[in-house]
């Protein structure tokens, strides 16, 4: 049972153009989600997080958007760097109770093409 | 800040012996840690949650008299993969949470594991 979904498994863009990276889940309890960037071989590195009480977050070129009603978050990257090509990862916090658990999607592979 | 190491990097070993992985906060006390195994093409499984001075929380699934986790201090944790097969091989990352609601983790640089 997969709690948190993310449906693309690869997105590919062009240099300068945006990315969007989309991540459902399905518990309304959930109240805090991250973003991560992966290279291969190395550990997740956060980029971004948004609170359940917010609907956008923005840092840089990265804008994280939530949506509570739908339970869906998309990380908005723009504009696309080749340096931006790793695998993206959301994760959900489902809540004080739980030990500080994330649950984490299955990643999206983007590639940014010069 | 929010630094977190891993040692080793890379390991070989062979089949039956013991491999030790070790999981260090740099720059800030980890209430909590979390140990994660990556298959390839995969997404993170949670091995175990471990918080510093009790026994380690394993998910359903994870034997915990294989993968023997110890956090003998708010920077330190340490993974043991013992008696290993080859099956065992796999990239091994640890995370550590700041505050006690532990909402965002930041993660080691990973372990690759390789049980010839």
């Known amino acids: 049972d997969q709690q948190v979904k993310q449906n693309s498994p690869s997105l590919s863009v062009q240099e300068g153009r945006i990315s969007i990276l989309n991540c459902d889940y399905t518990n309304s309890m959930f109240d805090y989600f991250l973003w991560y960037k992966k290279y291969p071989a190395e550990g997740p590195t956060f980029l971004i997080s948004?609170?359940?009480?917010?609907d956008k977050n923005e840092d840089g070129r990265f804008t994280v958007f939530l949506n509570k009603s739908a339970k869906h978050l998309s990380l908005h990257i723009v504009p696309s760097q080749p340096g931006d090509s790793a695998v993206y990862f959301c994760a959900a916090n489902p809540g004080y109770n739980q030990g500080g658990k994330l649950i984490f999607g299955q990643g999206t592979e983007l590639s940014v093409k010069p | 800040g929010a630094v977190v190491s891993q040692h080793p990097s890379r390991v070989i070993c062979k089949s039956g012996t013991s491999v030790k992985i070790e999981c260090r906060s740099l720059d800030f006390q980890a209430t909590t840690m979390f140990w994660y195994r990556q298959f390839p093409k995969k997404s993170l499984m949670l091995m175990a949650t471990s918080n510093e001075g009790s026994k380690a929380t394993y998910e359903q699934g994870v034997e915990k008299d294989k993968f023997l986790i110890n956090h003998a201090s708010l920077t330190l944790s340490t993974l043991t993969v013992t008696s290993a097969h080859p099956e065992d091989s796999s990239f091994y990352i640890c995370?550590?949470?700041?505050?006690?609601?532990?909402?965002?983790?930041?993660f080691g640089p990973g372990t690759r594991l390789l049980v010839l």
């Open positions: 948004i609170s359940s009480i917010k």
């Open positions: 995370s550590a949470s700041l505050g006690s609601a532990g909402e965002t983790q930041y």
